[in-house]
């Protein structure tokens, strides 16, 4: 029996086209769907907003499986149907996302930005710089994106603690971040956006943070609350690098803007060439195991 899968993209229809007994049937989101819709177990959805993702689950009513594109999955938690499997793209983005955060860093503790308006201004001006070895690195998430930037830290002679919501080998429990945060140079944010980690990193958890320490959010932008951290970057005292922002996208004339102390980016943290083929190539694994009578790898339970 053939298994019908909705795709927003001319990418997933080849990526699926190896599968056997799996039918990639196009669709554009916010257009009319095609007939085929009346019978598609999958949607791996595009871009929608909450009113166009009811509506759209609404038309399926043959719908076994939504397979994100994405590693997070807050905007789709409690949207689906009961009976409905759920599964992320995760290990899609891991290498991208961690790349950023080095990157960062790396122009951070090297002064990167200082540097480039020198040049900008043909001042000639040696200085010495801080540098990532030795730092103190406490990543939150011990997931794919956490144990995929570890491998690309730990080469630059940085140490690195990884904190998850349970404590295993090698990962500290959630319940210890408070006494580890004191203890590190750099934390970076790598947790899905939950009710239990929306506004996790309030005013005191950034005081608990060692001075001169650097936040890195690469997560999502409600984890931090914001006005707690301008706080602490106004004074000084901490920096920061943002991916994600509460609110997103930052409007015109924020705070965050001309905050001193932070590098700012739009989200492009896994935003990279061939971003596609790799979240597609994730998907299709994933697919092929549904339509084999598996159980996806990524699956959402309850919360995630």
């Known amino acids: 029996m053939t298994l019908t899968v909705l795709v927003p993209s001319d990418d997933g229809v080849r990526a699926l086209a190896e599968i056997p007994d799996v039918k990639a049937v196009r669709y554009t989101p916010g257009e009319p769907l095609p007939l085929e819709a009346a019978q598609a177990e999958v949607l791996i959805p595009g871009t929608h907003r909450g009113d166009d993702r009811a509506a759209l689950l609404g038309r399926l009513p043959n719908l076994k499986l939504v397979q994100l594109l994405s590693a997070g999955a807050e905007d789709w938690v409690g949207a689906v149907p009961e009976g409905v499997l759920l599964s992320t793209c995760r290990g899609a983005h891991g290498g991208s996302t961690a790349e950023w955060v080095v990157a960062v860093l790396l122009s951070i503790h090297r002064e990167l930005g200082s540097f480039a308006a020198d040049q900008a201004a043909g001042r000639w001006q040696r200085r010495?710089?801080?540098t990532l070895q030795g730092k103190r690195v406490l990543i939150v998430g011990a997931g794919d994106l956490g144990h995929q930037l570890r491998r690309r830290l730990e080469p630059f002679d940085a140490a690195v603690t990884m904190v998850g919501m349970r404590a295993r080998d090698d990962v500290h429990s959630v319940d210890e971040l408070p006494c580890l945060l004191g203890e590190h140079d750099i934390v970076v944010l790598m947790v899905p956006l939950t009710s239990r980690t929306h506004g996790m990193v309030d005013a005191a958890f950034l005081a608990r943070m060692a001075d001169g320490a650097v936040l890195v959010n690469a997560a999502r932008g409600p984890i931090v609350q914001t006005e707690a951290l301008l706080t602490e970057l106004t004074s000084g005292r901490l920096r920061a690098a943002l991916d994600v922002?509460?609110?997103?996208?930052?409007?015109?004339?924020?705070?965050?803007?001309?905050?001193?102390?932070?590098?700012?980016?739009?989200?492009?943290?896994?935003?990279?060439?061939?971003?596609?083929?790799?979240?597609?190539?994730v998907a299709a694994a994933e697919i092929a195991r549904y339509s084999g009578g598996e159980l996806p790898h990524n699956l959402v339970h309850g919360e995630y």
């Not at 609110?247 to 905050?259: I, K």
């Not at 001193?260 to 943290?269: S, Y």
């Open 128 to 130: 010495g710089t801080d």
């Open 245 to 281: 922002t509460d609110p997103e996208p930052l409007p015109a004339g924020h705070p965050l803007w001309t905050a001193p102390n932070l590098l700012l980016t739009p989200h492009v943290a896994g935003t990279v060439r061939d971003a596609s083929l790799r979240s597609y190539a």
